[in-house]
């Protein structure tokens, strides 16, 4: 449920990211600081991101493979606004916020099939797939229905939410005010050139639960530098030599890392290896790329299979990660290739696990007035600061959150 701030818990909510923060953040980043505490154990600013910081860009909703078909739809909830995924005749995908225009009813609360229309459960209006109203039961009296279009009004139609799809992936902006989606994700979009992305099979969808901000949880899967520490398995599996780094991409952030493994993060230990996507490079080959779409979605692409990751903030202090796995066509339900496709899943889970407790240490080391924010290392930490940046800037609406137009 959103909350909208009053005039007075606005300014103060947004001192949180005031101008002296935005200063601070903009330092020489051996002298910069991050975000305060309060960005992280805030109730007021929680809120306040669900009002500005989230409407203002293109957000993670879903994927188009849970509503394959035409007349499937899915509810869910996007930053405190529940919304509709519904797969469209001609296979178009259609957001739509979940409410009924007429007396303001929850539409669906639980995933539907094949439905020819969208029927409030209230006084049955019906809406058409593409939002558009149906008709009207008994509108003008018992038995007296009405179903002319023509006499239907604007307002009686489900209202609409922006949204682009990308593969499997999609987004909504709430505020319907962001630059186009292909503008938004920037040159990120380069980076899947050659994997071909139309052939992929999703195979699985798994969750873990982390007792920390969003922000926190995010920060952690961009960090490299506490692989060595947290993950050593993983440090063994890459190229030292190689950056092991997280840099900015506009708004966005980007690394890679030469990788020894071939089809999971550090080991091979299946005797069946799953093959490669079509048409890579020898680049692409041999390193791991990722990409955190700001503010809460990330991808990661190694030769052989791909993940999407949402980081889902169900509480102030209480993340979700999704992550959704693909392969090469034929290659996600192929028998043969069960055991290899196990062995990602099960490192990932592994790997994932280890960052549980150190995530909930961060939100906890946030609690204490000692921490001002934090220091950078400038080797390691420059995706993180201009996370830090697009975070005070998108509650603020300014730079390249200002409403479009």
């Not at 005010?177 to 071909?196: I, Q, R, S, V």
């Not at 966005?252 to 993060?265: S, V, W, Y």
């Not at 099960?346 to 961060?362: F, K, P, S």
Request: hydrophobic share 35%; aromatic share 12%; charged share 25%.
């Amino acid at each position: 449920m959103t909350h909208n701030c009053s005039a007075g818990e606005l300014d103060a909510t947004l001192g949180v990211v005031s101008d002296a923060v935005i200063d601070m953040l903009n330092a020489p980043i051996e002298d910069a600081r991050g975000l305060p505490n309060e960005a992280f154990t805030s109730e007021a600013f929680f809120e306040l991101e669900k009002e500005r910081l989230f409407p203002r860009t293109w957000t993670f909703a879903g994927t188009a493979s849970d509503i394959p078909n035409v007349g499937d739809a899915r509810p869910t909830n996007v930053a405190g606004n529940p919304v509709i995924l519904v797969r469209q005749k001609g296979n178009g995908i259609g957001v739509f916020h979940n409410v009924c225009p007429h007396r303001g009813s929850r539409l669906l609360t639980e995933p539907v099939v094949g439905e020819r229309a969208i029927v409030c459960p209230y006084h049955a209006w019906s809406f058409e797939l593409d939002g558009q109203i149906r008709g009207r039961t008994h509108y003008h009296g018992c038995d007296k229905h009405e179903t002319d279009a023509d006499m239907y009004g604007r307002n009686d139609c489900l209202v609409p939410v922006r949204s682009h799809t990308f593969h499997d992936w999609i987004f909504v902006n709430l505020d319907g005010k962001a630059p186009p989606f292909e503008d938004y994700a920037g040159t990120t979009l380069d980076c899947f050139e050659n994997y071909e992305l139309a052939t992929l099979d999703r195979e699985r969808h798994i969750t873990i639960d982390y007792r920390c901000n969003w922000k926190l949880a995010i920060e952690n899967f961009c960090d490299y530098y506490h692989i060595f520490k947290i993950h050593p398995a993983l440090d063994q599996a890459f190229d030292k030599v190689y950056r092991r780094s997280t840099y900015p991409e506009g708004r966005h952030l980007f690394g890679e890392q030469k990788i020894t493994a071939r089809h999971g993060l550090s080991t091979q230990s299946n005797e069946i290896v799953l093959p490669d996507l079509a048409e890579l490079t020898e680049e692409q080959k041999s390193h791991h790329f990722f990409i955190s779409l700001f503010p809460n979605f990330l991808l990661n692409l190694f030769p052989s299979n791909i993940q999407g990751i949402w980081f889902e903030p169900t509480a102030l202090d209480y993340t979700v990660m999704h992550m959704w796995f693909y392969y090469a066509q034929g290659v996600a339900e192929a028998e043969q290739f069960r055991g290899a496709r196990d062995e990602v899943v099960e490192e990932w889970l592994v790997v994932n696990g280890e960052d549980a407790d150190i995530c909930h240490r961060l939100q906890l080391g946030r609690e204490s007035g000692a921490y001002d924010g934090g220091h950078f290392a400038p080797y390691w930490d420059e995706g993180l600061i201009n996370f830090h940046k697009q975070v005070a800037y998108a509650t603020r609406g300014e730079g390249a959150y200002a409403p479009v137009g």
